[in-house]
């Protein structure tokens, strides 16, 4: 919840820079300002105003007050010094170079040439996500940590229970204990993956009906015309469950009552794997962040993020894949050893030695 | 004309559990049709037994074939096989025939075949007005009629049963008697291991006792019988308080035990001619009362197997 606070908080942080800027300026006509200068919006007032422009910035009324004086100076209040003066200093430059260049009696098309920016396209290679990216993939993530959360909890209560209830050997008995462990773990992960679209869907369903009913309207992410982007997102995710929960259920075969146990606290390992995830939403090309994406367990919950923030190079996508597919193989023989001997054993929880012993037996 | 194969074969299976060797290269086969019985401490090792014997355990060492079906194989078919495990458990908040119909199911059974066999075995135990209850809501007794008709629900071949008999009153252990009798009688071939010499003395075909994860004994309970001696007690109850030392000099008498002041156990030999015996006896005691048993696999069980301490750590896998 902290993280997601503070990852909310830092969305927020970039609110002035999407949105216009309202002034009120005493002296506007010194520079003879136009109703919008750049993103500025301008409020013209006269000096008399001064004192209760004053206040209503101090209370938060209004962004700011500019002052321009006959001398070509001028005077900028603020509550604190804004991220965007010198943007505004550009601004008023240029309308102040302007007013000169016109003062000087240069015919309109000279003007025009002179003040002629310089042609310079700018392309990103590493192009920061939009607002809508981020909430997106925000909103992805809180879904994933929602629908492994779920399904670890009900994969540890329905492995403990049974272990409890001694039920564990009728069904070895009737089934192969890699067949059993495998359904539960399947059938779980297809469980938290309907539950996160069922989300998903309640929740674009309530944004077209505010949108219909309100007006209400979000920033949607560019990747949402991205359906191959999507459904990749949603295959990585499925992958990570399959991993946690294959993790999960040999961790739980081993408990021996979970009331009291401390491998309990396993369960929380997959929480943290998923905390780099958030981290990429915000710096989705760090080296560290891109290293994490690409080896498992970390990159179920990395690379979802990063896919759906930036662009990823296809070979970074495949190499993530395939090492978390073999990283679920290798986990699913080893969690099927632990789980056919832990679930036959009661009254006492194995050693670690014991669990590593099992896992290298093949019987 | 041949022979069938053994439903089930151990050749020299051995299991470790760390240090312990709770199995140690034990050797049996089961014929078609028959009523095995193994019979051991707690420890011994019946329970891993069992449990190799249906592929949950791998054995350390030695082989475990089937001959189920008509086939010789080395992996058990759990649609042929049914289990009772000794450690028994229900999933509570499910109704009694959706519980057994999950479970013939899990054993590969039809599900209108298994709603039909659940209710039949329901209706035989008197449970057919309880099959839409919750099992938690059943009596413990109840409780073990489901789990036993959940073993053999699937009509398998090999049923094998890790304590039947254990938590049922002397009733219901006669039910559960007659019901495997019908088994056998079904063409159903079945393993057990139970505590309760008396009642396999009545159903088992053959016994094996087991000591320390060892065959410490097998055959009928006849042969056993045969093959320790054992033949008859003699049980008196004497006036006074004899001295019976000469007991033991006499033709046929194996051991002498006294009981409490006024009584004797006598165990004489098979076969041993009693009339010189009595007519010894008579005349250096004053018998008041005399009677005769024979010995029973109870006797023969504690011969064989007690006094062994149980091997620890067992209770690992068990």
Do not use: C
């Given at each position: 919840?902290?993280?997601?606070?503070a990852?909310?908080?830092?969305?927020?942080?970039d609110?002035?820079?999407?949105?216009?800027?309202?002034?009120?300026v005493?002296?506007?006509?010194?520079?003879d300002?136009?109703a919008?200068?750049?993103?500025f919006?301008?409020?013209?007032?006269s000096?008399?105003?001064?004192?209760?422009?004053?206040?209503?910035?101090?209370?938060?009324?209004?962004?700011?007050?500019?002052?321009?004086?006959?001398?070509?100076?001028?005077?900028?209040?603020a509550?604190?010094?804004?991220?965007?003066s010198?943007?505004?200093?550009?601004?008023?430059?240029?309308?102040?170079?302007?007013i000169?260049?016109?003062?000087?009696?240069?015919?309109?098309?000279?003007?025009?040439?002179?003040q002629?920016?310089?042609?310079?396209?700018v392309?990103?290679?590493?192009?920061?996500?939009g607002?809508?990216?981020?909430?997106a993939?925000?909103?992805?993530?809180?879904?994933t940590?929602?629908?492994?959360f779920?399904?670890?909890?009900?994969?540890?209560?329905s492995?403990?229970?049974?272990?409890q209830?001694?039920?564990?050997?009728?069904?070895?008995?009737?089934?192969p204990?890699?067949a059993w462990?495998?359904?539960k773990?399947?059938?779980?992960?297809?469980?938290?993956?309907?539950g996160?679209?069922?989300?998903?869907?309640?929740?674009?369903v309530?944004?077209?009906?505010?949108?219909?009913?309100?007006?209400?309207?979000?920033?949607?992410?560019?990747?949402?015309?991205?359906p191959?982007?999507?459904?990749a997102?949603?295959?990585?995710?499925?992958?990570?469950?399959?991993?946690?929960?294959?993790?999960?259920?040999?961790?739980?075969?081993?408990?021996?009552?979970?009331?009291?146990?401390?491998?309990?606290?396993?369960?929380?390992?997959?929480m943290?794997?998923?905390?780099?995830?958030f981290?990429?939403?915000?710096?989705?090309?760090?080296a560290?962040?891109?290293t994490?994406?690409?080896?498992p367990?970390?990159?179920?919950?990395?690379?979802?993020?990063?896919?759906?923030?930036?662009?990823?190079?296809?070979w970074?996508?495949?190499?993530?894949t395939?090492?978390?597919?073999g990283?679920?193989?290798?986990?699913?023989?080893?969690?099927?050893?632990?789980f056919r001997?832990?679930?036959?054993?009661?009254?006492?929880?194995?050693?670690?030695?014991?669990?590593?012993?099992?896992m290298r037996?093949a019987? | 004309?041949?022979?069938?194969?053994?439903?089930?074969?151990?050749?020299?299976?051995?299991?470790?559990?760390?240090?312990?060797?709770?199995?140690?290269?034990?050797?049996l086969?089961?014929?078609?049709?028959?009523i095995l019985?193994?019979?051991?401490?707690?420890?011994?090792?019946?329970?891993?037994?069992?449990r190799?014997?249906?592929?949950?355990?791998r054995?350390?060492?030695?082989?475990?074939?089937?001959?189920?079906?008509?086939?010789?194989?080395?992996?058990?078919?759990?649609?042929?096989?049914?289990?009772?495990p000794?450690?028994?458990?229900?999933?509570?908040?499910?109704?009694?025939?959706r519980?057994?119909?999950?479970?013939?199911a899990?054993?590969?059974?039809?599900?209108?075949?298994?709603?039909?066999?659940?209710?039949r075995?329901?209706?035989?135990?008197?449970?057919?007005?309880?099959?839409?209850?919750?099992?938690?809501?059943?009596s413990?007794?109840?409780q073990?009629?489901?789990?036993f008709i959940?073993?053999?629900?699937?009509r398998?071949?090999?049923a094998i049963l890790?304590?039947?008999?254990s938590?049922l009153?002397?009733?219901?252990?006669?039910l559960?008697?007659?019901?495997?009798?019908?088994?056998?009688?079904?063409?159903?071939?079945?393993?057990?291991?139970?505590h309760?010499?008396?009642l396999?003395?009545?159903l088992a075909?053959?016994?094996?006792?087991?000591r320390?994860?060892?065959?410490?004994?097998?055959?009928?309970v006849?042969?056993?019988?045969?093959?320790?001696?054992?033949?008859?007690?003699?049980?008196?109850?004497?006036?006074g308080?004899?001295?019976?030392?000469?007991?033991?000099?006499?033709?046929?008498?194996?051991?002498?035990?006294?009981?409490?002041?006024?009584?004797?156990?006598?165990?004489?030999?098979?076969?041993?001619?009693?009339?010189?015996?009595?007519?010894?006896i008579g005349?250096?005691l004053?018998v008041?009362?005399?009677r005769?048993?024979?010995?029973?696999?109870h006797?023969?069980?504690?011969?064989?197997?007690?006094?062994v301490?149980?091997?620890?750590?067992?209770?690992?896998?068990?």
């Open positions: 919840m902290m993280l997601g606070g990852f909310i908080a830092r969305l927020g942080d609110d002035d820079d999407d949105r216009g800027i309202t002034l009120a005493i002296g506007a006509e010194t520079l300002l136009p919008e200068l750049g993103r919006r301008i409020e013209r007032h000096e008399w105003a001064l004192g209760r422009l004053r206040r209503e910035v101090r209370e938060r009324g209004r962004n700011a007050v500019l002052v321009l004086h006959d001398s070509g100076t001028g005077e900028l209040i509550r604190q010094a804004p991220s965007w010198n943007e505004l200093m550009r601004e008023l430059t240029a309308r102040a170079m302007q000169r260049l016109e003062a000087s009696g240069l015919d309109p098309q000279r003007l025009a040439e002179i002629a920016p310089f042609a310079l396209t392309h990103e290679a590493a192009p920061r996500a607002r809508g990216e981020r909430i993939a925000f909103v992805a993530l809180s879904l940590l929602m629908g492994l779920t399904g670890l909890s009900y994969i540890f209560v492995v403990t229970g049974e272990k209830n001694r039920l564990a050997e009728q069904v070895i008995s009737a089934i204990p890699q462990i495998d359904g773990i399947v059938g779980l992960s297809g469980v938290s993956i309907v996160i679209l069922n989300l998903i869907l309640s929740g674009l309530f944004l077209g009906v505010s949108r219909l009913l309100w007006g209400w309207s979000i920033p949607l992410p560019t990747s949402i015309e991205r191959d982007l999507l459904l997102a949603l295959g990585l995710i499925f992958l990570g469950f399959l991993f946690w929960f294959t993790f999960i259920t040999a961790v739980a075969a081993i408990i021996d009552d979970p009331q009291n146990s401390n491998r309990n606290q396993l369960l929380f390992l997959p943290v794997a998923m905390v780099p995830a981290l990429a939403v915000s710096d989705p090309n760090a560290w962040i891109r994490l994406s690409i080896l367990p970390t990159s179920a919950g990395v690379l979802p993020a990063r896919l759906l923030v930036t662009d990823v190079p296809w970074e996508a495949m190499l993530s395939a090492l978390l597919i990283a679920i193989l290798v986990l699913r023989r080893l969690a099927g050893r632990v001997l832990g679930m036959l054993m009661y009254g006492k929880e194995p050693s670690w030695a014991e669990v590593r012993r099992w037996e019987g | 004309m041949s022979v069938a194969p053994p439903v089930l074969a151990l050749e020299a299976v051995e299991k470790r559990f760390g240090d312990v060797r709770a199995v140690d290269g034990v050797t086969a089961v014929q078609p049709g028959e019985a193994l019979l051991g401490p707690n420890g011994a090792g019946k329970t891993t037994l069992l190799m014997a249906l592929g949950m355990l054995p350390d060492r030695g082989t475990v074939r089937y001959g189920l079906g008509g086939v010789v194989t080395d992996r058990p078919d759990p649609t042929r096989i049914g289990y009772l000794e450690e028994r458990g229900l999933y509570q908040d499910v109704p009694v025939r519980y057994l119909v999950y479970f013939a899990l054993r590969g059974m039809r599900r209108p075949d298994a709603r039909r066999e659940a209710d075995w329901l209706e035989r135990l008197g449970l057919a007005d309880r099959a839409g209850d919750e099992l938690r809501s059943l413990k007794g109840n073990q009629k489901v789990q959940s073993s053999i629900v699937h398998p071949e090999l890790d304590e039947p008999f938590g009153d002397p009733l219901n252990q006669d559960f008697l007659s019901l495997i009798r019908e088994l056998r009688d079904a063409g159903t071939t079945v393993v057990l291991s139970a309760q010499m008396q396999v003395e009545r075909d053959r016994v094996i006792l087991i320390a994860g060892r065959t410490a004994g097998a055959g009928t006849e042969e056993l019988r045969e093959r320790w001696g054992a033949g008859t007690r003699l049980l008196l109850r004497v006036d308080e004899p001295d019976v030392a000469f007991l033991e000099t006499l033709t046929g008498v194996r051991s002498v035990r006294r009981v409490g002041t006024d009584r004797v156990e006598i165990e004489i030999e098979r076969d041993a001619a009693l009339s010189p015996l009595l007519e010894a005349r250096r004053d008041r009362d005399l005769t048993e024979t010995v029973t696999l006797d023969i069980y504690v011969r064989t197997v007690g006094g301490e149980e091997p620890a750590g067992e209770e690992v896998i068990a």
